[in-house]
T-cell receptor, first 113, second 117 residues
Framework: SQQGEEDPQALSIQEGENATMNCSYK?????LQWYRQNSGRGLVHLIL?????REKHSGRLRVTLDTSKKSSSLLITASRAADTASYFC?????????????FGKGITLSVRP | GAVVSQHPSWVICKSGTSVKIECRSL??????MFWYRQFPKQSLMLMAT?????????EQGVEKDKFLINHASLTLSTLTVTSAHPEDSSFYIC?????????????FGPGTRLTVL
């Protein structure tokens, strides 16, 4: 299965601190993506990192990918209360038409004001 | 850009009735749309993948006669939950990928909360 497994399951930090979330997967991938879901809402695409990339930045987000360890991490710097949400990683392996994303159980991030 | 809408955002129905959920790509053409369901504090479970003009591909364990999917145009896909029962109560989310691109980046709708009494 190419499902990602996020770690930890839950994370609680103080506003202003950094949040680090990890993802491991088992198969080869073309890219790995991170999504955010606010309570009761759909998913928002945060960032995509390709298999030939090691690190990528987008605003306060920093994603790393280690294909030798089949792992990725998402770092949110200077967290804000508005970052409180569930975060999912989704490894993607292109297998032809209808290739799909498979989501793990996610990480529940709580940022205390 | 790349906005996906769902309608309704929530629905309550009686057991035995059918409910239709619409998923629209508002500013792009979507060759492929995906339907997921999500239980509280759980991950998204892919139910089916639909391509415009063809039959949907259902994931193992998903009853295609119960969850009817129609993808009539490049901007609209519908999911009909037939003869709904309380165990069908869930959060249903659709997503769409842009025509001509790989399906790696999906744009998600806001979800539909279905409650079956």
């Amino acid at each position: 299965s190419q499902q990602g497994e996020e770690d930890p399951q839950a994370l609680s930090i103080q506003e202003g601190e950094n949040a680090t979330m990890n993802c491991s997967y088992k198969t080869s991938i073309n890219n790995l993506q991170w999504y955010r879901q606010n309570s009761g809402r759909g998913l928002v695409h945060l960032i995509l990192i390709r298999s030939n990339e090691r690190e990528k930045h987008s605003g306060r987000l920093r994603v790393t990918l280690d294909t030798s360890k089949k792992s990725s991490s998402l770092l949110i710097t200077a967290s804000r209360a508005a970052d409180t949400a569930s975060y999912f990683c989704a490894p993607y392996h292109y297998t032809g038409a209808n290739s799909k994303l498979t989501f793990g159980k996610g990480i529940t991030l709580s940022v205390r004001p | 850009g790349a906005v996906v809408s769902q309608h309704p955002s929530w629905v309550i129905c009686k057991s035995g009735t059918s409910v239709k959920i619409e998923c629209r790509s508002l500013d792009f053409q979507a060759t492929t749309m995906f339907w997921y369901r999500q239980f509280p504090k759980q991950s998204l479970m892919l139910m089916a993948t639909s391509n415009e003009g063809s039959k949907a591909t259902y994931e193992q364990g998903v009853e295609k006669d119960k969850f009817l999917i129609n993808h009539a145009s490049l901007t609209l896909s519908t999911l009909t939950v037939t003869s709904a029962h309380p165990e069908d109560s869930s959060f249903y989310i659709c997503s769409a990928s842009i025509q001509g691109f790989m399906t790696d980046t999906q744009y998600f709708g806001p979800g539909t909360r279905l409650t079956v009494l």
